[in-house]
């Protein structure tokens, strides 16, 4: 069993940053792809981005932001730099034990999801 604990959310305006982190607890973390999604008021689950071997991410956040990992740490974390308004949602952690899955096919299903960090962002 594996448990993932989002925190980093919070306020901040357009053009600022923020790093989110998910802590997952479990001895086997290096055996998970991790990603992060992102729902807003209204709309679906997107998928925002994965490390596997290496990082990939959604067009909409391409080179502002970048995700990491420390297994030693058993973290996942998510730099979001050049924050925009649209950028506003809960973030949501998963993890897959399949480093081969898709993240970002519609019909991904993670083996664990964090319960959610709010980030907004005003303009």
């Known amino acids: 069993q594996v448990q993932l604990v989002e925190s980093g959310g919070g306020l901040v305006q357009a053009g600022g940053s923020l790093r989110l982190s998910c802590a997952a607890s479990g001895r086997t973390f290096s055996n998970y792809a991790m990603g992060w999604f992102r729902q807003a008021p209204g709309k679906e689950r997107e998928f925002v981005a994965v490390i596997n071997w290496s990082g990939s991410y959604a067009d909409s956040v391409k080179g502002r932001f970048s995700i990491s990992r420390d297994n030693a740490k058993n973290t996942v974390y998510l730099q979001m730099n050049n924050l925009k308004p649209e950028d506003t949602a809960v973030y949501y952690c998963?993890?897959?034990?399949?480093?081969?899955?898709?993240?970002?096919?519609?019909?991904?299903?993670?083996?664990?999801w964090g319960q959610g960090t709010q980030v907004t962002v005003s303009s």
């Open positions: 998963a993890a897959r034990r399949s480093f081969s899955s898709d993240f970002s096919s519609p019909m991904f299903v993670a083996d664990y």
